[in-house]
């Protein structure tokens, strides 16, 4: 119904940028939240940034100031601008989105990304 498309990630040395895309394509009436997360080999899924669709957005403390996240409604797509990038911000990353499908049923649904690598060597 709903697809999920990262792209964007890559190697890069400490201090590099990188800038994530995903786009959402499908079955779509609106989306809601629309996020990052990352995973690092060992570690849980964390939270990057999330940005509502009035605008409200949530960084985690380790990105703040060095990540954007931002959005483009009229291409159902979401970006996340990383700066001044460290080792530690390798991981996988993933985009997710809060999806509702139909103006007949208030619900909406979670949809993940297949996940984009994001190397960063020191």
């Known amino acids: 119904q709903v697809q999920l498309v990262e792209s964007g990630g890559g190697l890069v040395q400490a201090g590099g940028s990188l800038r994530l895309s995903c786009a959402a394509s499908g079955s779509i009436y609106s989306i809601n939240v629309m996020g990052w997360y990352r995973q690092a080999p060992g570690k849980q899924r964390e939270l990057v940034a999330a940005?509502?669709?009035?605008?409200?957005?949530n960084y985690a403390d380790s990105v703040k100031g060095r990540f954007t996240i931002s959005r483009d409604n009229a291409k159902n797509t979401v970006y996340l601008q990383m700066n001044a990038l460290k080792p530690e911000d390798t991981a996988v990353y993933y985009c997710?989105?809060?999806?509702?499908?139909?103006?007949?049923?208030?619900?909406?649904?979670?949809?993940w990304g297949q996940g984009t690598q994001v190397t960063v060597s020191s």
């Open positions: 940005t509502t669709s009035g605008s409200d957005i």
């Open positions: 997710n989105a809060k999806i509702r499908h139909s103006a007949l049923t208030p619900y909406e649904y979670l949809y």
